[in-house]
C-alpha cells in the first residue's frame, strides 16, 4: 500500500504540539512498517530531524503561504504520487485532496466553537476563519477522522454532525527522553501563551494567592510567553508585586524540557480547554507533580488519582500548590502517581493504532 503523510511543520525549527505528534508517529512507523511505502510531504525547513529510509520518502513541497500550500501544491504532489490513502494531520486538509481515500486528524475544534475566550491575534483568527470554511467540507469528504480523546470525539459529534463510527480515538504519547533523573524543588514551571484557553491570567492570580501564604515563595518560570505579555496580565489582573518572582524563559527547545521539569516542584497545567494535553504526560514521566484542570479531556487522561482543581478558582489552584510544598508525603504520591500513569501511553502505541487504521482502509479498496 501507498501511503502519503501530510506533515507541513516538521522541519521548521521552532515546533509546537501538533509539529512532536506527527514527526513521533512518523518516526515509529519508520521502525514498525517494513512493507507499506510512505510518502512524507512537507514544507521544509531547516531542523533535519526526520531521515528517509528505503519505503520512506520525503518531499519537500513549496508554496507561497499555506492555504495555497494546502489547497493548491499538497494535492498536486499526491496527484503526482497517487497513493492509496492521504493523511492530513494537523485540524485541516484541502477540499480536493488528490486521491479517493482521506484520513483527517482533528487534535480538537475549538476553532468551531464560540468565538469568546479565543486567541485574538489576527494570525489566530486568519487560521480560524480558514478552517471553518474549509474543515466542515472536509470532513464529509474524509474516509476516518482520527482524533485525540474520547471527549474530543463527543465534541466533534456534537458540533460538527459527524457520525461516531467514522471518529477514531487515538491517544498521543511522550518521548522517552521525559524521565525522572533528580528530585527537584526550586521553582514552580508554567507553560503559557496568549491564547485565553491557557488561562494564564487565572494562574497569575492563584500564583499571587500562593506568593501570599507561601513560606518558600518559589519563583514562578513561565516558558513561550514574553515578558511584556506577562506584566500585561499582571496589570491587568491587579498583581504587578509577583513580577519579581517570575522568570520569563522565552520559547524552550523540547530537548530542554526535561531538566526544567525534574528540578521544578510543582508543573501548572491550568488549562481550562484542552483535547489531550502531552505536557502533563511529560512532566509527570520526569517525576513533577502535576497541578491539573478538572476540564475538557485532561481528566480522561491523567485518571482519577491526579491532583485535579477548578481551573476557574485561583484560591483552589493556590490550595493544591501550598499542599505539595508543605506535604512531603503527598507530593511523593502526587509524584508516583504520575510516574505510573505514563506507562499507558507512548508514541509507539500512537503508530501502532494508525498503521491498523492505514490497512483496514487499505483492505477496503
Not at 497569575?204 to 501564604?213: P, R
Request: glycine content about 6%; overall charge positive.
Amino acid at each position: 500500500m501507498k501511503i502519503a503523510i501530510e506533515a507541513h511543520r516538521i522541519f521548521r525549527e521552532n515546533k509546537h504540539g501538533m509539529d512532536f505528534v506527527v514527526l513521533e508517529m512518523l518516526r515509529c512507523l519508520q521502525k514498525l512498517d517494513k512493507v507499506n511505502e510512505y510518502y512524507v510531504l512537507t514544507a521544509g525547513g531547516p531542523d533535519i530531524c526526520l531521515e528517509e529510509t528505503s519505503n520512506f520518502h520525503i518531499l519537500n513541497i513549496s508554496a507561497p503561504g499555506y492555504a495555497l500550500w494546502e489547497q493548491v501544491a499538497l494535492p498536486m504532489a499526491v496527484r503526482k504520487i497517487r497513493p492509496d490513502l492521504l493523511h492530513c494531520t494537523s485540524n485541516t486538509a484541502p477540499l480536493c485532496p488528490g486521491c479517493r481515500k482521506l484520513v483527517i486528524t482533528l487534535h480538537d475544534v475549538i476553532f468551531l466553537e464560540k468565538a469568546s475566550g479565543q486567541n485574538p491575534s489576527l494570525y489566530q483568527r486568519l487560521g480560524r476563519v480558514y478552517r471553518r470554511l474549509v474543515v466542515p467540507r472536509v470532513v464529509k469528504k474524509s474516509t476516518a477522522i482520527v482524533t485525540v480523546s474520547n471527549y474530543e470525539k463527543q465534541r466533534i459529534v456534537e458540533i460538527a454532525g459527524i457520525p461516531a463510527d467514522k471518529i477514531y480515538t487515538v491517544y498521543n504519547g511522550y518521548s522517552l527522553n521525559f524521565k525522572q533523573k533528580s528530585a527537584g524543588q526550586e521553582y514552580l514551571f508554567f507553560l503559557g501563551n496568549t491564547d485565553p484557553k491557557k488561562n494564564t491570567a487565572g494562574t497569575l492570580a492563584a500564583y499571587a494567592i500562593y506568593l501570599q501564604k507561601s513560606q518558600k515563595k518559589l519563583p514562578l518560570w513561565i516558558a513561550d510567553l514574553s515578558e511584556e505579555n506577562v506584566r500585561n496580565i499582571a496589570a491587568e489582573i491587579g498583581h504587578e508585586e509577583i513580577l519579581d518572582h517570575i522568570k520569563c524563559l522565552g520559547y524552550v527547545r523540547n530537548t530542554d524540557l526535561p531538566d526544567i521539569y525534574n528540578k521544578c516542584m510543582a508543573f501548572l497545567y491550568t488549562s481550562l480547554r484542552e483535547s489531550f494535553g502531552i505536557p502533563s504526560l511529560e512532566a509527570m514521566a520526569c517525576g513533577a507533580p502535576v497541578v491539573a484542570s478538572n476540564t475538557s479531556a485532561i481528566p480522561e487522561i491523567l485518571g482519577d488519582g491526579a491532583l485535579l482543581v477548578n481551573p476557574r478558582d485561583p484560591a483552589e489552584i493556590a490550595s493544591a500548590l501550598l499542599s505539595l510544598e508543605t506535604d512531603a508525603s503527598f507530593r511523593k504520591k502526587v509524584s508516583d502517581y504520575g510516574l505510573q500513569r505514563v506507562k499507558n501511553y507512548s508514541w509507539e502505541n500512537t503508530a501502532r493504532a494508525y498503521l491498523d487504521l492505514y490497512t483496514k482502509i487499505g483492505n477496503s479498496l
